[in-house]
């Protein structure tokens, strides 16, 4: 009898301190994401914070929500002038706004919000960063070759509306820095120098913020530019790359432990390419290696 009551009480002892635990651990965890907003998933979204785990999916999620996106370019002090609501379908745009001091040339863009906010945040993560590390000198001027136009994708007579039809995408062709240097898609993407470096380093960044990115290693049309949208694919998005593998189907691999990072190229682009078959996600994908 004595010796039951011993290990009930024991157990119960264990159960209250088992319950501290969890308690002190809930509280340090709370006060930490206080302090830590980019960690958190439910702060709201500034783009001014360094990068944190829920930054890209909180960004993702103003892909729906133009609304909360015109709020966090107010919370993150970027400066936009709204516009009416223009056009008609399929061109109709409700969500309008420029960046009046964005580094765009010529003079920055009418886009979504989504995209006036992802390319700010690439500024602050991608390209800025990457232009520093390579040059030790900040970008000053974006040439880009337009982001409204209402046609469908590729310029042809049928198939599906382009996002540059709402203004929901923005085509970037060069990149110039605070001495005047010129960096462009078309010239300087192939080659082992800092430029090619530079355009793949902003081109994987973008990656990381807008729902489809094309470039010269996509296809032949997109030899001399970024294509960068918002189009709304929840969080991952399309980083459509020949020469590198899919980002998602990458991260499978990487899931399921058939590859790491260290591994040489061709080693990870054959574990994509295998992985895509084997979950039938060749064609959606666009893989071609
Ligand atoms: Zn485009």
């Known amino acids: 009898m004595k010796l039951s009551r011993r290990i009930g009480r024991f157990r119960l002892d264990l159960a209250i301190f088992w319950l501290l635990v969890t308690f002190a651990l809930f509280v340090a965890a709370r006060s930490w994401l206080a302090e830590h907003p980019e960690h958190n998933p439910w702060a709201p979204l500034n783009l001014a914070d360094p990068p944190g785990w829920a930054t890209h999916h909180k960004l993702a999620a103003l892909r729906k929500d133009p609304a909360e996106c015109r709020a966090v370019l107010e919370r993150s002090n970027v400066a936009f002038e709204a516009l009416p609501a223009t056009g008609e379908d399929p061109c109709r745009r409700e969500d309008r706004l420029v960046l009046p001091h964005a580094p765009l040339a010529p003079a920055a863009p009418q886009t979504t919000c989504a995209l006036a906010a992802g390319f700010d945040l690439w500024m602050r993560q991608g390209v800025q960063p990457a232009a520093e590390a390579l040059f030790g000198k900040r970008v000053t001027r974006i040439k880009h070759l337009g982001a409204y136009n209402c046609r469908r994708t590729y310029g042809r007579e049928t198939g599906q509306w382009s996002e540059h039809s709402t203004g929901n ?16 898609v078309g010239a300087d993407w192939r080659g082992e120098g800092r430029e090619a470096a530079f355009l793949h380093k902003v ?31 929840g969080f991952g998005g399309f980083c459509r790359q020949r020469e590198t593998c899919v980002r998602l ?35 959606a994908f666009d893989i071609r290696l």
Do not use: W
């Open 203 to 233: 081109r994987d960044a973008a990656c990381q913020v807008f729902g489809t990115v094309l470039s010269p290693d996509y296809n032949a049309a997109h030899a001399d530019h970024l294509h960068l949208d918002q189009a709304a694919r």
């Open 169 to 184: 995408a923005l085509d970037v062709a060069a990149f110039v820095l605070a001495d005047g240097k010129r960096i462009s």
């Open 249 to 283: 189907v990458c991260r499978e691999c990487r899931r399921l432990s058939l590859v790491n990072e260290e591994d040489d190229v061709s080693r990870q682009r054959f574990c994509c390419a295998e992985v895509a078959y084997l979950v039938n996600e060749a064609a």
